[in-house]
């Protein structure tokens, strides 16, 4: 057999075999670690796309109505959105009217309701003045999540949803909220996104001539 005996040759296969799929194993660790950080790159560039959108199009004294729409056309798709809406509280009046309400595809007139009667997560929003996320359907339901006539016709119920109010001081001028049919659909990244938009909304509503 020469240098190597017929058992040495065997041993020394079977190492370089477990040294080769050693490698194969670090190469799959790699690519998947490639892959991580590209989606990451993408989300990054996507966020970024979408506060540039935002600061080009949302101008101190524009009308809520304008700015609301100029939001869900930012937003929407890039998000993965199933619903969104802007609400204005106005605290005198005890009421909270809803200017903008996406939901299954199509703008909808959304009746206001009382805000004393604190019914649903946006008054939950308002009286907390911070953000609140629901992570799935059963967390909603367990927080007062109200349905709308088209979730209870349809059945179509997002799990996720995600509450900021708008406006600073104890009483905030209304509230954006984003929602997804996914569980748990908005990450900590996203939601600091959402929280900017909220933010530049909030601005633009904040001008005497957008009163």
């Known amino acids: 057999m020469g240098l190597f005996s017929s058992k040495k040759l065997d041993e020394a296969l079977a190492e370089r075999d477990a040294q080769i799929q050693t490698l194969e194993a670090a190469g799959r660790a790699l690519q998947a670690r490639v892959e991580d950080v590209q989606e990451l790159v993408r989300h990054l560039d996507q966020d970024r796309d979408l506060l540039l959108g935002a600061l080009e199009r949302m101008r101190p004294g524009t009308e809520p109505l304008a700015l609301a729409e100029a939001l869900l056309d930012i937003c929407f798709k890039p998000l993965g959105l199933a619903c969104f809406y802007v609400a204005l509280a106005d605290w005198d009046q005890d009421q909270l009217r809803f200017v903008l309400y996406q939901e299954g595809g199509r703008t909808r007139n959304h009746p206001p309701r009382r805000l004393s009667d604190r019914l649903g997560l ?45 406006g600073w001081g104890p009483r905030p001028v209304g509230l954006v909220s984003f929602q997804s049919f996914h569980d748990d659909a908005f990450s900590e990244s996203r939601r600091r996104v959402m929280d900017a938009l909220a933010a530049l909304i909030s601005t633009c509503m904040g001008s005497p001539q957008g009163r």
């Open 122 to 166: 946006s008054e939950k929003v308002l009286t907390a003045r911070h953000p609140i996320y629901i992570r799935t359907l059963e967390e909603g339901k367990a927080a007062g999540s109200l349905l709308t006539a088209a979730e209870e016709a349809t059945g179509l119920i997002p799990h996720s949803w995600y509450g900021v109010p708008l």
